[in-house]
């Protein structure tokens, strides 16, 4: 089952990945993973403001982030930035953005 939080978060980057699958691809993680679900061509946010904008999701990657087998929050997230296991605090980083 999906948090209310996940939920608000992909309604506000309108991201549209069932609950299922999103609780199937999180069961599979072995400990805190962060899951690389989508690479963009372009920049995507969540609304028309500035993509540096601190308050806004912003970026070409689209990541899941899974912690204790269950899915948290759901970002976009710019190439440039640290997505490093420390920047995304996570032990773990998989691209599966070749399923999507």
């Known amino acids: 089952m999906l948090t209310q939080?996940?939920?608000?978060?992909?309604q506000d980057r309108n991201v549209e990945i069932s609950e299922n699958i999103l609780s199937n691809l999180a069961s599979?993680?072995?400990?805190?993973?962060a899951l690389l679900l989508c690479r963009f061509s372009e920049i995507k946010n969540d609304s028309d403001k500035d993509f540096y904008d601190r308050e806004e999701s912003n970026g070409?990657?689209?990541f899941l982030i899974v912690r204790r087998k269950r899915p948290v929050t759901i970002f976009f997230r710019r190439s440039d930035q640290n997505n490093t296991l420390d920047g995304?605090?996570?032990?773990?980083?998989?691209?599966?953005?070749n399923l999507f």
């Open 5 to 10: 939080h996940i939920k608000e978060r992909c």
């Open 28 to 33: 599979q993680c072995c400990c805190d993973t």
């Open 60 to 62: 070409d990657l689209l």
């Open 88 to 97: 995304l605090r996570v032990n773990l980083i998989e691209d599966i953005s």
